[in-house]
T-cell receptor
Framework: ETGVTQSPTHLIKTRGQQVTLRCSSQ?????VSWYQQALGQGPQFIFQ???????GRGNFPPRFSGLQFPNYSSELNVNALELDDSALYLC????????????????FGAGSRLTVL | GEDVEQSLFLSVREGDSSVINCTYT??????LYWYKQEPGAGLQLLTY?????DMKQDQRLTVLLNKKDKHLSLRIADTQTGDSAIYFC????????????FGSGTRLSIRP
């Protein structure tokens, strides 16, 4: 059973550019959540995808968008990058059936560290 | 994190017990979690507790929940150097099953 994998692990962009981060969920998991973790902070919920649709969103502007694919993998896209977007972006998946009941335990990937210059 | 608060640092001697505390504000929270993050890694679930429980024990870990005071604690018995990490408290609110809210984390360091 593979865990959650994310790519790339590190990347550097400049202000105004766009970035796409990728996530493969754990086998058997059909729900993917994305979190932003700034240095010294806890993860902040960006959004969640279930059945290829956005299902819940945190306090992030529309330039943060996502996709989920039929194989449950997911992308996070950020347009018009700002310096404050520098952070560790974490993807987490949850098992099918746990979304609305049960403990909804998140399994996290190791993250993609984005630096915006 | 919004509405979930933790102290930033805790230092304990190797072999002693560590107690990490957390307060939350939403009384509708259904599940509360403790996650561990080691340097350069994602978050690893340590344990969780359902809101109708007061205590949960799992080997060296003991979770205590005081729902009246909205206080959650994690006790690690016989703390080892491998326990050095950042510990995050998190809550799942019943009103938003998709969203789990994290605290800012407590950095646990171990003294020899």
């Amino acid at each position: 059973e593979t865990g959650v994998t994310q790519s790339p692990t590190h990347l550097i962009k400049t202000r105004g550019q766009q970035v796409t981060l990728r996530c493969s969920s754990q086998s058997g998991h059909n729900t993917v959540s994305w979190y932003q973790q700034a240095l010294g902070q806890g993860p902040q919920f960006i959004f969640q995808y279930y059945r290829e649709e956005e299902n819940g969103r945190g306090n992030f502007p529309p330039r943060f968008s996502g996709l989920q694919f039929p194989n449950y993998s997911s992308e996070l896209n950020v347009n018009a990058l700002e310096l404050d977007d520098s952070a560790l972006y974490l993807c987490a998946s949850t098992p099918a059936g746990s979304r609305s009941s049960g403990a909804n335990v998140l399994t996290f990937g190791a993250g993609s560290r984005l630096t915006v210059l | 994190g919004e509405d979930v608060e933790q102290s930033l640092f805790l230092s304990v001697r190797e072999g002693d017990s560590s107690v990490i505390n957390c307060t939350y504000t939403d009384s509708s929270s259904t599940y509360l979690y403790w996650y561990k993050q080691e340097p350069g890694a994602g978050l690893q679930l340590l344990t969780y507790i359902f809101s109708n429980m007061d205590m949960k024990q799992d080997q060296r870990l003991t979770v205590l929940l005081n729902k009246k005071d909205k206080h959650l604690s994690l006790r690690i018995a016989d703390t080892q150097t491998g326990d050095s990490a950042i510990y995050f408290c998190a809550e799942r609110r019943d009103s938003s099953a998709s969203k789990i809210i994290f605290g800012s984390g407590t950095r646990l360091s171990i003294r020899p």
